[in-house]
């Protein structure tokens, strides 16, 4: 039972490419989650999804697009990285009910230049 | 709107010392309420979390916090500090259900709170 992973650990790109952030999870849980780090500022949720195909808006979406195709992936991509992106990226997951825990990922490092 | 604040973005204390890292939330609907830690280079991982039964809750390595709901706190403490506890502390709400300003199947999070400990 490997949780909440996250694909790459980190990365480098240059302004203007693209990539796309993978998380899996093995718990069969139903909401997962996109957050971004940065000093200061705490944990602001990006996107998340409430089930297999569906996804909606947090705080900071601009600039990011999410897909959850199949209810144990959920990828986030950048179409065109900015420098403003450079940032900790967190993902997580639950089950359907407000009072269980979230499980993290170990987070993707990621550097905009 | 910022439905938790957690006072003090940094704490210092000596080792076996009392540790007390402070959350206050606002919400109109009965909330349930999460501390995380995260450790350097780490993800978050829960310490601990109410859900309406017990107001004191037990959690990982001796910390503990009460929900007091006439003070909407929920604030942390650990008797006796220890050098492994030096992290960052999170304070988050999620909500039994959809509230004004904020939205079911969401984790508020505070702005974390850095806890050093001395030797």
């Known amino acids: 039972n490997a949780g909440v992973t996250q694909t790459p650990k980190f990365r480098v790109l240059k302004t203007g490419q693209s990539m796309t952030l993978l998380c899996a999870q093995d718990m069969n849980h139903e909401y997962m989650y996109w957050y971004r780090q940065d000093p200061g500022m705490g944990l602001r949720l990006i996107h998340y999804s409430v089930g297999e195909g569906t996804t909606a808006k947090g705080e900071v979406p601009d600039g990011y697009n999410v897909s959850r195709l199949k209810k144990q992936n959920f990828l986030l991509g950048l179409e065109s990285a900015a420098p403003s992106q450079t940032s900790v990226y967190f993902c997580a997951s639950r089950r359907d009910r407000p009072q269980e825990t979230q499980y993290f990922g170990p987070g993707t490092r990621l550097l905009v230049l | 709107a910022q439905s938790v604040t957690q006072l003090g973005s940094h704490v210092s204390v000596s080792e076996g010392a009392l540790v007390l890292l402070r959350c206050n939330y606002s919400s109109s609907v009965p909330p349930y309420l999460f501390w995380y830690v995260q450790y350097p280079n780490q993800g978050l991982q829960l310490l601990l979390k109410y859900t309406s039964a017990a107001t004191l809750v037990k959690g990982i390595n001796d910390f503990e916090a009460e929900f007091k709901k006439s003070e909407t706190s929920f604030h942390l403490t650990k008797p006796s500090a220890h050098m492994s506890d030096a992290a960052e502390y999170f304070c988050?709400?999620?909500?039994?259900?959809?509230?004004?300003?904020?939205?079911?199947?969401?984790?508020?999070f505070g702005r974390g709170t850095q806890l050093t400990v001395w030797p």
């Open positions: 988050a709400v999620s909500f039994s259900r959809a509230d004004r300003g904020s939205t079911l199947g969401r984790l508020y």
